[in-house]
Nanobody, 122 residues
Framework: QVQLVESGGGLVQPGGSLRLSCAAS????????MGWYRQAPGKERELVAT????????NYAGSVKGRFIISRDNAKNTVFLQMNSLKPEDTAVYYC???????????????WGPGTQVTVSS
């Protein structure tokens, strides 16, 4: 079994910053991609940013490009999301995602964390 645990959410004023962390643990053979998604009340879950563990290639939603930075620590199976210049519309539950293979030759499948609340409000 694989577990993802997020941390770093909270309440911040507009224009402020937060840093989210997510650590993967358990029966991990390999991780190919890690990322962050978010879901605001009444809206569907959407991609925020992803990063590949091999090359470090990143992908960002247009709404966060230039404000958020995704990074990873492969040795610790951890992904980070540095969020700057936060706006009220960034308010959502942020979910960590990882594509994990649990043994050699097995397919990668998606795992999700329970989510962490980020609220941007004055």
């Amino acid at each position: 079994q694989v577990q993802l645990v997020e941390s770093g959410g909270g309440l911040v004023q507009p224009g402020g910053s937060l840093r989210l962390s997510c650590a993967a643990s358990g029966s991990i053979w390999s991780i190919n991609t890690m990322g962050w998604y978010r879901q605001a009340p009444g809206k569907e879950r959407e991609l925020v940013a992803t990063i590949t563990t091999s090359s470090g290639s990143t992908n960002y939603a247009g709404s966060v490009k230039g404000r958020f930075i995704i990074s990873r620590d492969n040795a610790k199976n951890t992904v980070f999301l540095q969020m700057n210049s936060l706006k009220p519309e960034d308010t959502a539950v942020y979910y960590c995602n990882a594509g994990v293979s649990t043994n050699p030759g097995s397919w990668y499948r998606d795992y999700w964390g329970p989510g962490t609340q980020v609220t941007v409000s004055s």
